[in-house]
């Protein structure tokens, strides 16, 4: 069964700070996809990555940067100097084969960035 | 317009009532989704349908009820509604040529529903 753990409920950091968002998830299959959405307040949930199981490579855009190590099943995600505009709800997801076209979400971080 | 989009945006309805809530995706896909997002609560896939076919219900009680005519538009009827069906109302769709459909969904900004 596939499960997706986001351990963090809140954070909360001043701007301009680092902050790292945890995701481990579960699956029995080798092939699968891992996904994070940000929803801001407007309630939208906005696509920023996904990544394949085979893919480990770090990968990075702008502020953003997202370390999947397939050894300890994560795929945390580090905002550099956090702005105001990054409080939001991130919410990290995975796709496997034996699922077909469905995401299993975690429960959400609530990240909030104050001046 | 573009992306997914949904419409209301806001509703407010009495246990009694019956109401529609409507998606259309502009991006050209073949799958489309219902989610809902209760608070404090992990997003629960409702619906999926590939190919305007329904391929997964999720154990949704019949007071909800979907409809997709084509490959863009989807709907949720709504009638006799209890409270605690209250929530926000998401809408996806996504591209699904072969396995592993695993493609992206895209989502709408979602339905606020409140039931009185």
């Known amino acids: 069964a596939q499960k997706v753990t986001q351990a963090q409920t809140e954070i909360s950091v001043v701007e301009k700070e680092d902050v790292t968002l945890d995701c481990v998830y579960e699956?029995?299959?080798?092939?699968?996809?891992l996904f994070w959405y940000k929803q801001p307040p407007s309630g939208e949930l906005v696509f920023l990555i996904r990544?394949?199981?085979?893919?480990?490579q770090n990968e990075i855009s702008g502020r953003y940067s997202w370390n999947f190590q397939k050894s300890t099943s994560s795929f945390n995600f580090t905002i550099t100097a956090s702005q105001v505009v990054d409080s939001a709800v991130y919410f990290c997801?995975?796709?496997?084969?034996?699922?077909?076209?469905?995401?299993?979400f975690g429960t959400g971080t609530q990240l909030k960035v104050e001046l | 317009e573009t992306g997914v989009t949904q419409t209301p945006r806001h509703l407010v309805m009495g246990m009694t009532n019956k109401k529609s809530l409507k998606c259309e995706q502009h991006?050209?896909?073949?799958?489309m989704y219902w989610y809902k997002q209760s608070a404090k609560k992990p997003l629960e896939l409702m619906f999926v349908?590939?190919?305007?076919?329904?391929?997964e219900n999720n154990s949704v009680p019949s007071r909800f009820s979907p409809e997709c005519p084509n490959s863009s538009h989807l709907f949720l009827h709504l009638h006799t509604l209890q409270p605690e069906d209250s929530a926000l109302y998401l809408c996806?769709?996504?591209?699904?040529?072969?396995?592993?459909?695993?493609?992206?969904?895209?989502f709408g900004p979602g339905t606020r529903l409140t039931v009185l």
């Open positions: 991006l050209g896909h073949n799958a």
């Open positions: 996806a769709s996504s591209q699904v040529n072969r396995p592993p459909y695993t493609d992206t969904q895209y």
């Open positions: 997801a995975l796709s496997d084969t034996g699922g077909g076209n469905k995401l299993t």
């Open positions: 699956t029995r299959d080798t092939t699968y996809y």
């Open positions: 349908y590939n190919f305007k076919e329904q391929t």
């Open positions: 990544r394949n199981s085979f893919d480990e």
